[in-house]
């Protein structure tokens, strides 16, 4: 176990994506607003090392951010 403490990985949480054509991005400024394809009630995807392992929600507690898993998405290999 004391191998494994030592073992980084990258966690990334997505909120949506979107695709948008290099002119559009290009002439984006300050404040502007990127519609991205999900919705407030749709779950965000957990990734580690680029792998999505989870879905999840979001918590707000005291002030702070947090992200609450709630399914797994790992594969069996």
């Known amino acids: 176990m004391n191998t ?3 073992i980084e990985v990258d966690i990334t949480v997505e909120l949506g994506s979107v695709f948008l ?3 559009h991005l290009l002439r984006m400024g300050r404040g502007a607003v990127i519609e991205l394809d999900s919705g ?3 779950p965000l995807k957990l ?3 680029g792998t999505q392992i989870a879905n999840c929600e979001v918590r707000v507690d ?3 951010l947090s ?3 709630t399914s ?3 594969r069996e290999v």
Request: charged residues 25%.
């Open 4 to 6: 494994l403490a030592s």
């Open 21 to 23: 054509p290099i002119h």
């Open 40 to 42: 407030e009630s749709d």
């Open 47 to 49: 990734y580690a090392n």
């Open 62 to 64: 005291g002030g702070r």
């Open 67 to 69: 992200v609450e898993v």
């Open 72 to 74: 797994k998405t790992v």
